[in-house]
């Protein structure tokens, strides 16, 4: 069965700061990985996805994950937070040839000033 | 382009109730599918409807059940509502070729509170 482990359900950096969302999952067979953003009172906005080709995948907004399967991980990054990045983050798995979606149980990032 | 929308915003129920959600998909999506997110929980996948029939289904009972119409919007129906069904439900769809859950668009959600 997919899963996927969102460790940290709250973080916080600095404006300017390193983004680190950590995400580790679990499946079966070569999986499908997801990133997706909710703000608050909206639906999910994809950032990025990967799905075996490079392992360095560039998404929206700056943010970029990298799928490390000796890891079993798909950690997202950004080099510099933005105050607009304040929202909660959902990582994602779906193992090839499934119909569903199974998520994490997200990651709410606070950016300081 | 239109992104795929859903109704109402927000819906109060008593228990005991039945609900009726609306997703209608973004142009040339032919693949629905619904979650459930609990207050501070990821989503829940609940059922997929892909060309007017269920593909796919998770762990939720049979009064959760689901429509597609032939212009690929869909409804979820919810039937005997109890508290713990107090969630923000989500539209999902998909444009052809795309497999299921590689690209899934998703709707702001419906806010259903039950009493």
């Known amino acids: 069965a997919q899963s996927v482990t969102q460790l940290g359900s709250h973080v916080s950096v600095s404006e300017g700061a390193l983004v680190l969302l950590r995400c580790n999952y679990s499946s079966s067979v070569p999986p499908y990985l997801f990133w997706y953003v909710q703000y608050p009172n909206q639906g999910l906005q994809l950032l990025l996805k990967y799905t075996s080709a490079a392992t360095l995948v560039k998404g929206i907004n700056g943010f970029e994950a990298e799928f490390k399967k000796s890891e079993t991980s798909f950690h997202l990054t950004k080099p510099s937070a933005h105050m607009s990045d304040a929202a909660e983050y959902f990582c994602?798995?779906?193992?090839?040839?499934?119909?569903?979606?199974?998520f994490g149980t997200g990651t709410r990032l606070t950016i300081i000033p | 382009e239109t992104g795929v929308t859903q109704s109402p915003t927000h819906l109060i129920k008593t228990r005991g109730q039945q609900v009726t959600l609306r997703c209608s998909s973004q142009s040339g999506h032919n693949t629905v599918s619904w979650y459930q997110q609990a207050l501070g929980q990821g989503p829940q996948f609940i059922f997929q409807y892909y060309r007017e029939e269920e593909n796919g289904r998770g762990n939720f009972p049979p009064r959760f059940s689901g429509l597609q119409f032939p212009n690929y919007s869909s409804e979820l129906n919810v039937n005997a509502l109890e508290l713990d069904d107090s969630a923000l439900y989500l539209c999902?769809?998909?444009?052809?070729?795309?497999?299921?859950?590689?690209?899934?668009?998703f709707g702001p959600g419906t806010r259903l509170t039950v009493t």
């Open positions: 994602a798995v779906c193992e090839g040839g499934n119909e569903k979606l199974t």
């Open positions: 999902a769809s998909s444009p052809p070729g795309s497999r299921g859950a590689y690209e899934q668009y």
